[in-house]
């Protein structure tokens, strides 16, 4: 128990009032890994623990995503455009007060469309009948890598290393299929930024080579992702020049 009390204290901050508190605002979690592509969601635990109902008022207050991500407050069920930071338990937004004993459904929504990274939320959570009751959480998504391993022995879908690696300019790229699907195969650095698209299209079941020339870039550690219409996975290619 003192160990979860203080690792809370690392993401959550009370601004205490004279009057008792009101209300619970904390994630379940405050730190998502996902594969690139995916939907980090942080739910929350939201409740009202007096005896009154209570209007809560939920500002993002930082924002702060690799290029291309969003993030989105749901609420009561739904979720909010990404240009949206705030939502209240009131009609404006489709809500009520909070009722006594009642826990209501709050989540925030971590989109990564493109580029691997880490990414940075703040929600604070507000008491609108007494406005010293504050309390804020503090959220990270990260992209990871997927090792092809994690999927081919299940689905029979295989990316193979590049060769020869390390390589000078130019490297060849094999993969297998075990259905026809649209693919892209992207090219990031070593930062996860994306810096070209190796191939793209539709292919057939089987297996399939690409070559590539990587002329026009400088020497250095790449990732190179293989996307379907039901799998994504990165492997790791060193270009020396």
């Not at 904390?26 to 109902?53: A, C, Q, R």
């Not at 739904?78 to 007060?97: E, H, I, L, M, N």
């Not at 493109?114 to 008491?127: D, E, L, Q, R, S």
Request: hydrophobic residues 35%; negative net charge; proline residues 5%.
């Amino acid at each position: 128990m003192k160990n979860t009390i203080l690792a809370f204290s690392l993401f959550l901050f009370l601004t205490f009032s004279a009057d008792a508190q009101t209300f619970q605002f904390y994630p379940i979690h405050t730190v998502v890994n996902d594969t690139l592509g995916s939907e980090m969601i942080f739910d929350f635990e939201l409740k009202n623990i007096s005896t009154v109902p209570q209007t809560v008022y939920i500002l993002r207050t930082r924002d702060q995503l690799p290029t291309d991500w969003t993030s989105s407050l749901c609420f009561d069920e739904g979720c909010f455009a990404p240009f949206v930071d705030s939502v209240a338990t009131t009609q404006d937004y489709g809500s009520s007060p909070i009722l006594p004993g009642e826990s209501r459904d709050f989540s925030v929504h971590v989109f990564s469309y493109a580029n691997f990274g880490t990414g940075y939320v703040t929600v604070k959570a507000v008491n609108m009948n007494n406005p010293n009751e504050v309390y804020e959480a503090e959220l990270t998504a990260a992209s990871v890598l997927v090792s092809v391993e994690d999927e081919s022995n299940i689905s029979g879908f295989s990316l193979d290393q590049n060769y020869p690696n390390p390589f000078n300019p130019s490297t060849t790229i094999s993969f297998s299929l075990p259905f026809s699907s649209n693919i892209s195969l992207l090219l990031y650095d070593a930062n996860g930024k994306e810096v070209g698209v190796i191939k793209e299209g539709y292919y057939a079941s089987g297996s399939h080579s690409v070559t590539t020339d990587m002329n026009h870039l400088s020497s250095g550690v790449y990732f190179y992702t293989l996307k379907t219409d039901k799998f994504t996975v990165t492997k790791k290619m060193i270009l020396e020049k």
